[in-house]
């Protein structure tokens, strides 16, 4: 294997990462909520100020940080 000629470069193995992650089956699909639960979710995420929104049910981590790309890509 050749190292690369800027290190600053991803590689290859950053293709492989990403690609495992966009056909990850930890939950990510955000469909798999509830508009309610979609919203309580993004309340918590855009919140600032004491006391957090928290969501009424445990969220997997996969889909809150789906959620917060999403959420914080239309900012």
């Known amino acids: 294997m050749q190292e690369p000629s800027d290190f600053e470069e991803d590689g290859c193995l950053m293709d492989v990462i990403r690609d495992s992650r966009h056909h990850s089956p930890q939950g990510a699909d955000l469909s798999d909520m509830s508009e309610d639960e979609r919203e309580q979710l993004e309340d918590c995420l855009d919140s600032t100020e004491k006391p957090y929104p928290q969501p009424k049910r445990p969220v ?9 790309e999403e959420l914080w890509e239309d900012a």
């Open 60 to 68: 997997p981590l996969a889909q809150a940080v789906r959620c917060a």
